[in-house]
């Protein structure tokens, strides 16, 4: 199986616990014989790494100045397309799966699926609902808009708890057989991601 990983944060990157969960998962993939590509942000560190049976790709955003988040998300994505589409015209076209980790890179992963006919998995970090309790300005609306598009795009959607899953339905009207939790550092954990990888391959 070969699965890229897109995640807005990866070490030396880190932001918060998404970071170090990423890293994780990539490696135990590897370990697994899991072929695991990541394809993740840096300001000054960019190309390709293999660390630790993983290979990483680092890419900058093209354009320095920006008035929000979401002017730096949706001018990155292009970068994370590219560099993930490199991936795919090497292997050969032979790409099963992406596993996409928070809302940023939502637009690439549909992208991809798109063009090359990639399932993808949403794994979810936070809900904007969450991160900004009770803002439904435009700026708050348009990152909502991207996160319902991987809700409605995404083949899974991979949540850490029972909880963020019922939040998933209830914000997102997400058909609850869509969602599956998998908890980090539980004993079915990479059991229960690499069933979902697979389902997903099976159903492409």
Same mark, same amino acid.
């Given at each position: 199986?070969?699965?890229?990983?897109?995640?807005?944060? #990866?070490?030396?990157?880190?932001? *918060?616990?998404?970071?170090?969960y990423?890293?994780?998962?990539?490696?135990?993939?590897a370990?697994?014989?899991?072929?695991?590509?990541?394809?993740?942000?840096?300001? #000054?560190?960019?190309?390709?790494?293999?660390?630790?049976?993983?290979?990483?790709y680092?890419v900058?955003n093209?354009?320095k100045?920006?008035?929000?988040?979401?002017?730096?998300?949706?001018?990155?994505?292009?970068?994370? &397309?590219?560099?993930?589409?490199?991936?795919?015209?090497?292997?050969? *076209?032979h790409?099963?799966?992406?596993?996409?980790?928070?809302?940023?890179?939502?637009?690439?992963?549909?992208?991809l699926?798109?063009?090359?006919?990639?399932?993808f998995?949403?794994?979810?970090?936070?809900?904007?609902?969450?991160?900004?309790?009770?803002?439904?300005?435009?700026?708050?609306?348009?990152?909502?808009?991207?996160?319902?598009? *991987?809700?409605y795009?995404?083949?899974?959607?991979? @949540?850490?708890?029972?909880?963020?899953?019922g939040?998933?339905?209830?914000?997102y009207?997400?058909?609850?057989?869509?969602?599956?939790? @998998?908890?980090?550092?539980? &004993?079915?954990?990479?059991?229960?991601?690499?069933? @979902?990888?697979?389902?997903?391959?099976?159903?492409?």
């Amino acid at each position: 199986m070969r699965v890229i990983i897109l995640t807005w944060e #990866y070490p030396p990157r880190v932001v *918060g616990k998404l970071a170090d969960y990423a890293k994780e998962l990539a490696v135990q993939l590897a370990k697994n014989k899991v072929e695991t590509h990541v394809v993740t942000y840096h300001d #000054y560190m960019t190309g390709e790494f293999e660390e630790n049976g993983v290979k990483t790709y680092r890419v900058t955003n093209p354009v320095k100045t920006h008035i929000s988040v979401l002017t730096w998300v949706l001018t990155l994505n292009q970068e994370v &397309e590219r560099a993930a589409a490199n991936i795919y015209y090497r292997a050969g *076209g032979h790409v099963d799966i992406i596993d996409v980790q928070d809302w940023h890179f939502i637009p690439a992963a549909v992208t991809l699926k798109k063009a090359f006919c990639i399932p993808f998995a949403y794994s979810v970090e936070s809900l904007e609902d969450h991160r900004s309790h009770g803002a439904n300005s435009p700026f708050n609306m348009a990152i909502k808009s991207i996160e319902w598009l *991987g809700m409605y795009e995404a083949g899974k959607i991979l @949540v850490k708890s029972e909880w963020m899953a019922g939040e998933a339905v209830r914000i997102y009207k997400v058909p609850e057989a869509k969602i599956k939790v @998998v908890k980090p550092g539980s &004993e079915r954990w990479l059991k229960t991601v690499l069933e @979902v990888y697979r389902s997903l391959k099976e159903g492409s």
